[in-house]
């Protein structure tokens, strides 16, 4: 099986990571990967072990050039089926380039904003199959028109032991410049409207008088980051306790050592940075929103609030806080969870039952493939 895989983003995270982890799968399971990806990414580089890389200029929705640069590419290469990975230009110019060169075509959506139901049909047409990586988005595809025959879920996967076992908090609170005895919030998205950081900034001045102790570090970078560092440092309630720490490659060592993971998203499609908590045995408090709750167990892995509420996210946050032996016991289920659930290999096997649907399709049991959890 020769598959060529197209993923534009820019960072080896979200998307990306999840690309890198099934090309280690599907090349464990014998097949030949392709990659299409920005020339001299970090994907281009960490997926050399595991695929033919060739690096491409990507300039996103506007750049028709990718159109004819792909289906070069495809011509030359001769792959048997395209998975795209990214809806930066590729969910569509892929899908287009594809066609023209008479290529099966998966695409895999990671977001769950809605889209026009007329842009949905000219868009979802192009593609064979439409991968969700949660019932949360698969909800959405399906609202907006997508043909429930071309719908699959495979969620996004965890190597939890990438995570587990890395539960110190004095390496956490020293590589953090914090004080040893702190209680750390931690929140980890890209700093966007989207992932609601001004509601937990909101619920921050109660919690941060109750609990002198506690500190909040947010990990990631964004385009709200001088606007919510200028919020804090306006706020003498927030100043020293609320923290910005930027994308941080050490984030793995860092997980376990954290109090509660706080994801106060608005949008989100299932929440890998929950799942990577979760394996790292961290209890949550996250929206009750999109395919957050597939990704937390409401009152067995974590707490679940209503979006936007920053009265219900403070009430959530201080039971959690109170109560150590409840944290301990949301966090063994958490890590049991995400080895039960969102390993790699089956995220690998979902992917796999989608090219065996489409390459050979009388060998592909009725239905097979239509839910991967």
């Known amino acids: 099986m ?6 534009g983003g820019a960072h080896l995270y979200g998307g990306a990571q999840q690309v890198l982890y099934l090309l280690e799968g599907l090349a464990a399971a014998g097949v030949e990967n392709l990659l299409a990806c920005r020339a001299g990414c970090a994907l281009a580089t960490q997926a050399a072990p595991w695929a ?5 200029p990507m300039g996103g929705d506007l750049d028709l050039l990718l159109l004819p640069r792909l289906l070069q590419l495809m011509r030359r290469t001769r792959p048997q089926l395209v998975h795209l990975h990214s809806r930066i ?3 569509v110019l892929g899908a287009l380039a594809a066609r023209r060169a008479g290529l099966p075509v998966v695409h895999t959506r990671r977001v769950d904003n809605p889209e026009p139901r007329l842009l ?10 439409v991968i969700a990586i949660s019932e949360g988005i698969g909800a959405v595809l399906l609202a907006a028109g997508v043909p429930p025959a071309k719908l699959r879920i495979v969620r996004s996967a965890v190597p939890a032991a990438t995570f587990a076992g890395h539960g110190d908090r004095h390496r956490t609170t020293a590589r953090l410049g914090l004080p040893p005895n702190a209680l750390l919030l931690g929140v980890v998205a890209q700093l ?10 909101d619920a921050a001045p109660a919690l941060l008088a109750a609990e002198p102790r506690l500190h909040l570090v947010c990990f990631g970078q964004g385009p709200l980051a001088a606007p919510l560092a200028a919020r804090i440092a306006a706020d003498q309630r927030l100043t020293g306790r609320v923290h910005l720490a930027g994308f941080r490659q050490d984030l ?3 997980l376990g050592g954290l109090d509660l993971l706080v994801h106060p998203a608005l949008m989100e499609g299932l929440g890998v940075a929950l799942l990577q908590a979760a394996a790292a045995g961290v209890p949550i408090v996250a929206s009750r929103v999109g395919g957050i709750p597939e990704a937390v167990a409401d009152g067995e892995t ?3 609030v209503p979006p936007g509420d920053a009265t ?15 944290r301990r016991r949301f966090g063994q289920a958490g890590s049991r969870r995400v080895r039960d659930l969102f390993a790699p290999a089956i995220m690998v096997a979902g992917n796999l039952a989608v090219y065996r649907e489409l390459l050979d399709p009388d060998a592909a049991p009725a239905g097979a493939g239509s839910r991967s959890a």
């Not at 033919?52 to 491409?56: K, P, R």
């Not at 949905?120 to 199959?129: C, G, N, T, V």
């Not at 966007?192 to 900034?201: D, E, T, Y």
């Open 2 to 7: 020769r598959i060529l895989h197209i993923e």
């Open 52 to 56: 033919e890389v060739h690096g491409l």
């Open 89 to 91: 230009g590729a969910d």
């Open 120 to 129: 949905a049909a000219l868009k979802y047409r192009l593609h064979d199959r």
């Open 192 to 201: 966007i409207p989207r992932k609601g950081h001004a509601v937990l900034l």
């Open 252 to 254: 793995p060592d860092l």
């Open 302 to 304: 974590g707490l679940l």
């Open 312 to 326: 219900a996210l403070a009430a959530a946050i201080q039971r959690l806080l109170a109560d150590a032996n409840l």
